[in-house]
């Protein structure tokens, strides 16, 4: 399927802006390249989250370390650099929690969250200019109780799935 | 908090693009008056889902009914009205599952979920005219095996919290 025409409204940096004609009405829709967001959880049970500076938002937010993919890059390489970025960690045995479309409705943003086990220190973190974050470690068992502080949809998701899948395989 | 500067970049129908600079960095926020979502379930244990045709994406999804907010409405009136438009349902004990933010990275989406227990038909469904959807009914007991179809972070979370929540308060 495709639109019976498009037109580019704005070009930035990392977003773009594009209104599309579909027969007799148009859509507005947010041009972005991807995402990645990883539940990062080492040998002894502390999941690694990030609480940083959200200018949207007016805020702080506590979620995954997560990051937008580079042109030509793979998602899975996306996550370990981000990780390794935004958290100094390394390593671990990764599986995909799940795909999907963040917002639907209005943009292209396809996000992808990893669960990466048993990571380990790299050395210290390294964020980007303009990110103000700051990683923050939690036991795998207070998760649960403590998701009523998440207000991130892809870290709800992930955590989510990941507490489902943890319970699942249980004996 | 709030930035150094900031210029509207584009303003159209739905979504409006800000640039905000913030010292030496600058953010490109997409603009968005909030929207809401429910996880809808009648007396005799149907969820309502709608399939629904998304341009950005290039296909359909299935998903929550949801829907933007007018200005000045209440999430929860917008949440009552998006329901009776999208799948003709009405009624029912009404909660709220979780608020938060959509993309926090880069647009000023707030999402509320809902849960609507005890829903009941109120007629024909009228959706916009700009909408393709078709409501979808799926067991409740069913929604855990059929999560690998969904691909929408809202209905993830939706979806993930209320069986969270149902299983929870089992005996």
New interface residues.
């Given amino acids: 399927?495709?639109?019976d025409e498009s037109r580019v409204?704005?070009q930035?940096?990392?977003?773009g802006?594009t209104?599309?004609r579909?027969g007799?009405?148009?859509?507005?829709?947010?041009e972005?390249p991807g995402?990645v967001a990883i539940v990062a959880v080492d040998a002894d049970g502390w999941v690694t989250l990030v609480r940083q500076?959200?200018?949207?938002?007016?805020?702080e937010?506590l979620?995954l370390p997560?990051g937008?993919r580079e042109p030509g890059e793979e998602p899975v390489a996306t996550a370990k650099r981000e990780l390794r970025e935004e958290c100094g960690l390394t390593g671990g045995e990764w599986s995909e929690l799940?795909?999907?479309?963040?917002?639907?409705?209005?943009?292209?943003?396809r996000?992808t969250v990893f669960a990466a086990e048993g990571v380990e220190p790299s050395g210290p973190a390294s964020p980007e200019?303009?990110e103000q974050l700051e990683p923050v470690r939690i036991r795998l068992e207070e998760l649960e109780r403590r998701l009523g502080e998440?207000?991130?949809?892809?870290t709800?998701?992930g955590l989510?799935?990941y507490l489902?899948r943890s319970t699942s395989t249980e004996p």
């Fill in positions: 399927m495709k639109p409204v704005y930035g940096r990392l977003l802006m209104v599309e579909w007799d009405h148009e859509r507005e829709i947010v972005h995402a500076v959200r200018e949207a938002t007016r805020g937010l979620e997560a937008t799940a795909p999907f479309w963040t917002t639907p409705g209005f943009c292209r943003e996000m200019a303009d998440i207000e991130d949809a892809k709800l998701v989510l799935l489902r």
